[in-house]
């Protein structure tokens, strides 16, 4: 069955840190692959999409990478603020008339100032 | 500019009752989804809409009806409510079908004793 799995529950790091997130995944083959903030009591919010033909995707301190040999996506914050500290999902969609966007549980950040 | 928003944000019902969430979306775009978010389980698709008028199932609609009269407007309904239905509730709206962004809402908590 189809399963998108990220990293830990929860990660601390200290301030000006860079936080790593991981999100693997099996028996997909993702089109499109995004990344979402969420914060306790609000909805997700849209952060990047990279899509299958990208390998690396940067908006100001964030980088994504997407790998579908190792069938994994990195999320990477650098210079994290205590701000950066919320819950962050990964989804998955693939190509065609079956697909749909597929979240993983996602990862808790705290980063410590 | 409201983004997408969802009514009401709170609910408690009693095992059998029945309710209707609404979520509303200004942005116009074509596609609406609701989703439900429970500890560990991530983001689990219930039902989506194309269009007015048309709906379909996601990964998890037993239990669940939809409605899309208007296309700014998605109505997800419980007919009789049972306590596995306790859920934070999401709707969201994108330009692409699960290609890109998806707007959320604020969420819908809703309890069945």
């Known amino acids: 069955s189809q399963k998108i799995e990220q990293n830990s529950e929860a990660l601390n790091i200290q301030e000006g840190k860079t936080a790593t997130l991981t999100c693997n995944y099996t028996?997909?083959?993702?089109?499109?692959l995004q990344w979402y903030r969420q914060d306790p009591g609000r909805g997700p919010v849209f952060l990047l999409l990279?899509?299958?033909?990208?390998k690396e995707k940067r908006k100001e301190r964030l980088k994504v990478t997407f790998d579908t040999t190792l069938k994994q996506s990195l999320f990477h914050i650098t210079a994290s603020q205590p701000a950066d500290s919320a819950t962050y999902l990964c989804?998955?969609?693939?190509?065609?008339?079956?697909?749909?966007?597929?979240f993983g549980s996602g990862t808790q950040l705290t980063v410590l100032p | 500019n409201a983004g997408v928003t969802q009514t009401p944000k709170f609910r408690v019902l009693k095992t059998g009752q029945s309710m209707t969430l609404l979520c509303a979306q200004d942005m116009n775009h074509e596609y609406m989804y609701w989703y439900r978010q429970d500890p560990g389980m991530g983001l689990r698709l219930i039902h989506y809409s194309v269009g007015e008028g048309t709906t379909a199932k996601g990964e998890v609609p037993d239990g669940y009806n939809v409605s899309r009269l208007k296309k700014q407007n998605f109505l997800l309904g419980l007919e009789s409510a049972a306590p596995s239905q306790t859920s934070v509730y999401f709707c969201?709206?994108?330009?692409?079908?699960?290609?890109?962004?998806?707007?959320f809402g604020e969420g819908s908590r809703l309890t069945v004793l």
């Open positions: 028996n997909y083959s993702p089109a499109y």
């Open positions: 989804a998955l969609s693939s190509a065609g008339s079956a697909r749909q966007l597929t």
């Open positions: 990279i899509r299958e033909n990208e």
């Open positions: 969201a709206s994108s330009q692409s079908l699960f290609a890109g962004e998806l707007f």
